[in-house]
């Protein structure tokens, strides 16, 4: 009974660790697209080229923070990986067919706009 909650507790934090993980994901694509649509906007020649420079510079603060949270999480599985390993009954059990991210200084995270 006791590893069977405690099977199903980390079935449900690993489950919700990839979820998070892709939820940046998408959200990153979804500010790629949205620069895009605002470069594109201001190509317009009514619209000028320094009419989206405020936006463009937001946006990319934007972009950067999600990418540093996206290496925190990065971490944070790394972390829960390597508490598994204290929990009796878990050391053994792995859920999904990735492996978890390399330990901090290795996660290779890079932006290019």
């Given at each position: 009974m006791r590893k069977?909650?405690?099977?199903?507790?980390?079935?449900?934090?690993?489950?919700?660790?990839?979820?998070?993980?892709?939820?940046?994901?998408?959200?990153?694509?979804?500010?790629?697209?949205?620069?895009?649509?605002?470069?594109?906007?201001?190509?317009i020649p009514t619209v000028g080229f320094a009419t989206a420079q405020e936006p463009v510079t937001k946006l990319a603060g934007a972009v950067q923070a999600l990418v540093s949270a996206r290496g925190s999480m990065a971490d944070c599985h790394a972390a829960l990986a390597?508490?598994?390993?204290?929990?009796?009954?878990?050391?053994?059990?792995?859920?999904?067919?990735?492996e978890c991210p390399p330990p901090k200084g290795q996660v290779d995270l890079r932006i290019v706009a």
């Open positions: 069977q909650m405690i099977e199903n507790a980390a079935f449900e934090i690993a489950t919700q660790c990839r979820t998070v993980e892709d939820s940046i994901d998408a959200a990153l694509t979804e500010l790629s697209e949205l620069q895009d649509r605002i470069l594109r906007m201001s190509a390597q508490a598994r390993g204290k929990v009796p009954g878990l050391r053994t059990v792995a859920f999904g067919d990735n």
